[in-house]
């Protein structure tokens, strides 16, 4: 049986989703694991799922000869990976990056580099069942500084995508201090 369907029916089996897995050099093996989604429900994996899976892993890994050094089973994280049509539905409306496979061309009316892959805003489901990425490329203000009222908020700017456009999408990695949010570098 190969990794991947070990790795699949054992978590799946469990009541958990299988997000991600990747075996590096050196012999270890990422396992990265979600609890199904519900809609209006938001759920998170604790260490005693990631636990729960890796000890039943261990079994079934063994029994199937795989070899490995090390296993590691976590939860996506914060800036957890989009990958299915599920995935973008659980987030629509959600602060996202985005890579594209290829550059956009002219696309949002000449507005964007004609070279620009990469791409932070809201992800926002389109009327015609695709997804757009809307975003601003003004700075954000700088904490403590007053902003003028009579400045003009820089305009949206939006861009269409298919999932089969992509190269990589992930959430935003947001962190909240006291109130003030700031994106991770």
């Not at 079994?59 to 199937?64: D, I, K, N, Q």
């Not at 820089?154 to 949010?181: H, I, W, Y």
């Amino acid at each position: 049986m190969a990794l991947q369907e070990i790795a699949e029916q054992t978590v799946t089996g469990l009541g958990y989703e299988l997000v991600e897995m990747e075996r590096s050099a050196g012999g270890l093996l990422r396992v990265t694991i979600d609890l199904p989604w519900t809609p209006g429900v938001e759920r998170f994996v604790g260490v005693d799922d990631c636990e729960k899976v890796t000890r039943q892993l261990q079994f079934a890994l063994e029994v199937e000869g795989v070899e490995y050094k090390r296993l590691e089973v976590s939860s996506p994280g914060i800036d957890r990976p989009l990958r299915t049509e599920r995935d973008f539905e659980r987030f629509d409306g959600e602060l996202v990056d985005v890579t594209l496979k290829a550059p956009v061309g002219s696309a949002a009316g000449g507005q964007v580099a004609a070279n620009r892959k990469k791409f932070r805003g809201r992800l926002e489901r389109e009327a015609e069942g695709g997804w757009r990425i809307v975003w601003s490329d003004e700075p954000p203000a700088q904490p403590g500084r007053r902003v003028s009222r009579k400045k003009l908020p820089a305009p949206l700017q939006a861009l269409g995508f298919r999932l089969d456009e992509l190269k990589e999408a992930r959430l935003a990695s947001v962190v909240d201090f006291k109130g003030r949010q700031r994106p991770l570098k």
